[in-house]
């Protein structure tokens, strides 16, 4: 692919006093993408999407967004993003009329049509406070904020954690249907992965600051194992493949491994494993404990 | 399986069993995103795939359709299929199996490969 990609970070880290909230991070997120960024609370999402905005500023290394720097060419790339901060803060007291006013005057590229016409859909009363509408329709309000800048690249951090199941599938149902019809590019950040499965076609997975798993989500389904057999040493088993966890009983040993071909031996029993325990996996996966392949450049096409 | 594999074979399932007719209109993209909050992406690779099988076609501005000769399987060679299938679930509920029981087996039955031992 010709274009820059939506997102590319190198060697890229921040730090928070003693603290590294994210470190050695080199990544792309290709154009047109819908990406799952996942990790436990603290792991470094808000703080990259941050990066990624132009909110706070690097420690190391460099971010580009739109193939642009978000903070010395600013004015050239915050009109074409649009970012959903988490537990979507809107101003509770004005009303929904008077928040899409407050958006377009912000805003030089604001589509009001758009804006009015999903608030319309949504059957959300425009004189009505922010502030008295429920948990679900507050997120569709500062999703429709974002939208209405007519972004190329969303970023959402944390959209779903705090609605129920309905107005969760309400939300990305919202979000999937501005990817088909715009194109737009979107990052979206979860510590839940049960429904991303059906909505982002790429992952990256963040623990302590560092991503750890970055890729087509079809393919990371695609190249990992989980292998049973009797209880053995899975050393011959990692010289191969790339162990990410492995679970013992007495009697029978369990690997989870990204898989570097085929599995010969035949006393390992090979099951396909779903993404939520593939990211649970890396998520508890400390790096040294089994060896990491070489971070080179984690480029995936779309 | 994958997402986008799970609808191909349910489109190429409705086509097999006539549920699908030659020229017939699939929905749009957006209106399988919509109804089922689902990757665009995947909807378009699962057309690119039943395109390149050639199932269906899409055509330029107006929309995608069922393919005019998809190669049903002749539909008394169904009827029989069917019959003898009918026989099949009455045998195995008669042996004391449940729907789910039934359900695994023929599902075994389709992926003999799915736990393998690879020598």
Redesign the interface.
Known sequence: MSESPALRTTQLGKRYGATWALRDCTLDVPTGSVTALVGPNGAGKSTLLHLAIGLSRATTGTVEVLGRSPISEASAVLPRLGFVAQDHPLHKGLTVAEMLTYGRKLNPTWDDELARRRIDELGLPPSRKVGKLSGGQQAQVALTLALAKRPELLLLDEPVASLDPLARREFLNAVMEVVAEHGVTVILSSHIVAELERVCDHLITLTEGHPQLVGRIDEIVASHRLLTGPRSDPSSVARVHHVIRETHTDRQTTLLVRAGGHVYDTCWEQHEVDLEEIVLAYLGYRPGVASRAPAAREVVTS | M???LQLVQQVRQAIRLGILQPGDQLPT??EV??S????????LHAYRQLDFEGLIEGRRGVGTFVSADPVPPPPDELKSLRSSLERWVERARSAGLDDESIAGLVGDALRPS??????
């Open positions: 994958p997402a986008y993209v957006k995103v919509t089922l909050t689902i990757n665009p992406n995947t909807v799915t736990v393998s031992r690879v020598a």
